[in-house]
């Protein structure tokens, strides 16, 4: 792996390990310091969002971006959304460089990143406060080769999508060489209105009828925005509009 951002990362690669999320918080636990990137070729005990586990298949691409962000805390709920921006491009430059047909990528609210309206990534942030620091995980789980089972989900991989890859090291380069300097950006310039402009602009079923259900109650209205925190906003059919900042959307056909 040849490439710049490396210079501002430690590296650690393993076969198989449960999970690549479970491993920086094991670090995080001995006193690790800097940014490291955890990358997995199979996991054990993925894990999903919403306490899911994540299946995951030897050859596709698990990994985990361990931060230490100098940003108010409250910022963190931005970063699937950059992530989401930065994946999304990733995914047009293979799709359009390589011959494959160009694809409808899509971001779904709030973290996953679809093709032709299946999935084909995953992104499960978590943040922990050790000791009066602030430490971020992104997790991401990209289908580069082959389609794990998710119960009641359609799954894609890029190489169903026709992208060819030797091998998953060639999107995890990609995707770093622009997530470094974006990261840097983003912690700097305290401007997240650009970066849900861009999300916005791919979202999936935006100005559609979503049902939202997170949890404590269950509405379905017009999926119309997102905030400056990321929350989703939902227009009802009396005209008030109800923001969540988590849940599970799902979409009548
Ligand atoms: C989702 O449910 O969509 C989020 C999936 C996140 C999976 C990735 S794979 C690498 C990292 N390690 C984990 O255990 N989970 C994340």
Known sequence: MQSSWLENYTLLTFDKIDSTNDEAI???KKGIQGNILIVADKQTNGKGSKEKSWKSIAGNLHMSILLQPIVDINRITELPFLVAVILNETIKEFTSTLNA???DIKLKWPNDILVAGKKLAGILIES?????ENYVI???????????DIPNTEVTSLFSEGVILKNSTF???NFMQKFQPNYI???????????REKWLKSAYKLNNVVTIDNGIIKVSGIFK?????GAICIELDNGNVQKFSSGQISFSK
């Open 26 to 28: 094991r670090l995080i």
């Open 101 to 103: 047909p160009k694809s």
């Open 128 to 132: 922990i406060n050790l000791k009066g």
């Open 138 to 148: 992104i997790g991401i789980g990209i289908n580069t080769h082959f389609m794990p």
């Open 171 to 173: 999107f995890l380069n």
């Open 185 to 195: 950006k983003w912690m700097t310039n305290n401007n997240f209105n650009d970066t």
């Open 225 to 229: 925005n997102i905030d400056l925190n």
